[in-house]
T-cell receptor, first 113, second 112 residues
């Protein structure tokens, strides 16, 4: 079975630009979460979506937004990029009740110059 | 989100040795999870714990959910070179949906 897939794998942008990252969950999983991982730190929660609805949001500015599509894939959008947005962006697919375990994709490495 | 305290920050051991790492929180969690992350990859789920006091094994790995629900530990027995990586603990709070709160990780190096 295919795991969580993310695209692109790497991305280089300049300050002020906009970026869109994409994620496809494990087949049958209806919930997707996004995390930001800066070098040397654990992942930080950004958003969770379930059945196309936002179920949770972490402490990130409004420049960060996301959506989930009918096929349960998801996009993370970041506007007005800052140098500090450089990080590994991880998507996690949730198995659903009762355990709600989260399985991560390989991530998208974003570098902002 | 809640910041978890994970220790040690790094470990450098010889092949065959046992390893122990732990994680504490000021908040109560209803689920504890342990992940391993290799360079350039996403975290891989190793063990999930759902009840206070629960002790769960996965091969050479054993993890426990602390009785107070504010801590967890992970043991690796008879370490091998492929155990090298960064180990993260993560907790889910009972009233915040399903967001995971991560520790800063324990970097494990194993010499042959």
């Amino acid at each position: 079975d295919a795991g969580v897939t993310q695209s692109p794998t790497h991305l280089i942008k300049t300050r002020g630009q906009h970026v869109t990252l994409r994620c496809s969950p494990i087949s049958g999983h209806k919930s997707v979460s996004w995390y930001q991982q800066v070098l040397g730190q654990g992942p930080q929660f950004i958003f969770q979506y379930y059945e196309k609805e936002e179920r949770g949001r972490g402490n990130f500015p409004d420049r960060f937004s996301a959506r989930q599509f009918p096929n349960y894939s998801s996009e993370l959008n970041v506007n007005a990029l800052l140098l500090g947005d450089s990080a590994l962006y991880l998507c996690a697919s949730t198995s659903g009740s009762p355990y709600n375990e989260q399985f991560f994709g390989p991530g998208t490495r974003l570098t902002v110059l | 989100g809640q910041q978890l305290n994970q220790s040690p920050q790094s470990m450098f051991i010889q092949e065959g040795e046992d390893v122990s790492m732990n994680c504490t929180s000021s908040s109560i969690f209803n689920t504890w999870l342990w992940y391993k992350q290799d360079p350039g990859e996403g975290p891989v789920l190793l063990i999930a714990l759902y009840k206070a006091g629960e002790l769960t094994s996965n091969g050479r790995l054993t993890a426990q959910f602390g009785i107070t629900r504010k801590d967890s530990f992970l043991n690796i027995s008879a370490s091998i070179p492929s155990d090298v990586g960064i180990y993260f603990c993560a907790g889910q709070e009972s009233n915040s949906g399903y967001a995971l709160n991560f520790g800063k990780g324990t970097s494990l190096l194993v010499t042959p």
